[in-house]
Structures are given as structure tokens and as C-alpha cells.
């Protein structure tokens, strides 16, 4: 992916559902438990299924597919391969 917005590479309903989802996890990593006034900056929204394997934005931006995680978590999420299992 190269350039554009969230917005623009996750769908129109992506700040929605990225809000809500911090909002839901109480602006706290589900992983390691850091909180965003810890963090200094928001917390990072993932997919828990890769956004990828679905038809639509829809599909893919649903709350129960969604998990705040502190950077350092989340990119531990997106490139353990296996080690580092999330669920919701």
C-alpha cells in the first residue's frame, strides 16, 4: 500500500469503527495492558482475521474482528507469525 488515508485503504467505516473499538477496549492494549495516557498517543486498532481475507471493508471492520494494541503489540500481531495469538 502506498499513500492515501486509513480511511482509504480500510473502508468508509474505518475511523467509526476504530473509535469504537479503543473506546470498547477502554483506550487500553488488550495485549501487554499499556493504556493510552501511558502511551502518549492512541492506540493502534487490528484485525484480528487480516482485513485481506474479506469481501468488504464491512465485513472486515467488525467490532468482534477489531483489538486495540500498543504499537510494540501490534507489530508483535503482524509479524510473529503464529507466536503472538489474539482473539476476541
Do not use: Y
Request: net charge positive.
Amino acid at each position: 500500500w502506498r499513500g492515501g488515508t486509513f480511511s482509504q485503504k480500510r473502508g468508509p467505516n474505518w475511523p467509526e469503527q476504530s473509535k469504537a473499538a479503543r473506546e470498547r477496549d477502554q483506550f487500553t492494549c488488550q495485549h501487554c495492558g499499556m493504556t493510552e495516557a501511558e502511551l502518549g498517543k492512541r492506540m493502534a486498532v487490528h484485525h484480528i482475521k487480516p482485513f485481506r481475507q474479506f469481501e468488504s471493508s464491512e465485513e472486515a471492520n467488525q467490532l468482534d474482528n477489531l483489538v486495540s494494541l500498543c504499537p510494540s503489540c501490534h507489530w508483535k500481531a503482524d509479524h510473529a507469525l503464529g507466536v503472538f495469538r489474539l482473539s476476541r
